[in-house]
């Protein structure tokens, strides 16, 4: 069984640059999340979405981030513009929801995040 | 609100050396607790997990034990190999079994042989 694909696993801007993330859950997976892991730290949770819904976007910054899941499937990070706190690794992660049998959340490998 | 704290790394040991990695919580009512590995390179892994106070959760030779009394999830291990090196994470869950996961820092263990 393949595991939680993400795209790019490195990426280096300039700041006021536009970056996009992509991350594909393991099959079958409804829900999914993206957390931010700073340098030293945490990860800690941006989006939690089931199936195509955000359920959970509080800790999102909205002025800068969106993130989308349209077919409930893969999904997208976007930040727009980039600024230098920015920098950090961006992990994905899916578990099978709420009918799924298992309660635990499966990581991808993230991507780390550079802006200069 | 709810958080996690760990011991500072990192720490070093000899193989076969005895391991523990201090946990403590503080969350208002009662979480699930976890232990989740980071190799280098690599996505963070459950390792072990236990759901309420008392019990224990082990995988691989670590061993946790939820201690509601002091509010701590220790991490031990009798022996450590090289294989163990990583990055360990102590997490909490609130709001039952669909919540949300609140890490702690982690603690970065190098096991020289």
């Known amino acids: 069984e393949a595991g939680v694909v993400q795209s790019p696993r490195y990426k280096i801007i300039e700041k006021k640059q536009p970056v996009a993330f992509w991350c594909n859950p393991i099959?079958?997976?409804?829900?999914l999340y993206w957390y931010r892991q700073n340098l030293g730290q945490g990860p800690e949770l941006l989006i939690r979405y089931e199936n195509e819904e955000a359920v959970d976007d509080s800790q999102l910054p909205k002025d800068r981030f969106s993130a989308e899941r349209l077919k409930g499937v893969d999904s997208t990070l976007k930040i727009q513009p980039a600024e230098l706190g920015d920098s950090a690794v961006y992990l994905c992660?899916?578990?099978?929801?709420?009918?799924?049998?298992?309660?635990?959340?499966?990581f991808g490998p993230g991507t780390r995040l550079t802006v200069l | 609100g709810d958080s996690v704290t760990q011991m500072e790394g990192p720490v070093t040991l000899s193989e076969e050396a005895f391991l523990t990695i201090n946990c403590t919580y503080t969350?208002?009512?009662?979480?699930?607790l976890f232990w989740y590995v980071q190799y280098p390179g690599e996505g963070l892994q459950l390792l072990l997990k236990?759901?309420?106070?008392?019990d224990k959760g082990s995988n691989k030779g670590f061993e946790a034990t939820y201690r509601k009394e002091t509010t701590s999830f220790h991490l031990e291990k009798g022996s450590v190999q090289v294989s163990d090196s990583a990055v360990y994470f102590c997490?909490?869950?609130?709001?039952?079994?669909?919540?949300?996961?609140?890490f702690g820092k982690g603690t970065k263990l190098s096991v020289k042989p």
């Open positions: 992660a899916s578990r099978p929801g709420l009918a799924g049998g298992t309660d635990t959340q499966y």
């Open positions: 997490a909490l869950r609130y709001g039952g079994s669909q919540g949300n996961l609140i």
């Open positions: 969350a208002t009512g009662y979480p699930s």
């Open positions: 236990a759901t309420k106070a008392d």
């Open positions: 099959s079958g997976h409804n829900t």
